[in-house]
């Protein structure tokens, strides 16, 4: 990413000085939070999740394997600090998936709706990405690289004293692999093989850094880390995460 130096990336309308283009797009990724309602450990966090607006809406998207110990996805939340040794926990306006038959990886996607908080509480909406839709297809060649984020377990401190758990959110420079059988999935790797266990960064957004011309870049959010390891990753693409949003403006559960 050092031959950004110097320049600017676009993002959607907007340039972003390309030395801070990483540190901009992380702010999309955050912590997944349960509500468990136990006195001593009252909050869950079972991997990350991507923040993404879509036609109006504010959607947290995550997958369901990450939902698997979760009595009720009521309890998901979105996590706030709200300053030292206080977080608040902010609950959607429920849970939407896929109701389809098949066992593809686009079934995982799972988007809870925090439109109405979104509404109430005006500064929660900067947090949530831009989504305008799944970028163009285009050759390998001029994908500068991809940008993973997450929050993997490994890292995470849990302090049962304190009731507290202190996460490092990671990021992950990628390239593109072989292709994947499933359509709805990109397969990327990693340029220097992890130093850690990936677990935890299921439900984190990947964005791709697009070379337009020599010296013009743009980002665009490409998809959720769905599984993986250190040499591979897995995501649920974007225009599936995509078709999923749009099913939601015309049906309701």
């Not at 999740?49 to 998901?76: F, N, P």
Request: aromatic content about 12%.
């Amino acid at each position: 990413m050092g031959e950004l130096y110097g320049l600017s990336v676009r993002i959607n309308d907007v340039f972003i000085p390309g030395k801070l283009v990483e540190d901009h797009l992380a702010q999309y990724c955050t912590s997944l939070g349960i509500w468990t309602g136990i006195e001593e450990f009252p909050i869950y966090v079972p991997g990350s999740a991507t923040l993404l607006s879509y036609r109006g809406r504010y959607y947290m998207i995550c997958t369901k394997h990450q939902l698997a110990q979760t009595e009720t996805w009521d309890a998901v939340c979105l996590l706030l600090s709200g300053g030292p040794g206080q977080t608040r926990c902010i609950t959607s306006g429920g849970a939407r998936w896929f109701d389809r038959s098949g066992d593809g990886d686009h079934q995982e996607i799972v988007a809870f709706d925090y439109t109405e908080p979104c509404e109430e509480i005006p500064e929660l909406r900067p947090m949530f990405f831009d989504f305008r839709g799944q970028h163009s297809d285009m050759p390998a060649e001029q994908i500068a690289a991809f940008i993973t984020y997450g929050y993997p377990t490994c890292q995470a401190d849990f302090n049962f004293d304190e009731r507290a758990v202190k996460q490092t959110r990671g990021r992950v420079l990628s390239r593109f692999a072989a292709p994947s059988s499933d359509d709805a999935l990109h397969v990327i790797e990693p340029i220097t093989p992890l130093g850690f266990d990936p677990d935890g960064m299921s439900g984190g957004p990947t964005f791709c850094i697009t070379m337009d011309s020599p010296l013009e870049f743009s980002a665009h959010f490409s998809g959720v880390t769905v599984r993986g390891g250190r040499t591979r990753l897995m995501l649920i693409k974007a225009g599936a995460v995509q078709a999923m949003l749009d099913s939601l403006l015309y049906t309701k559960r």
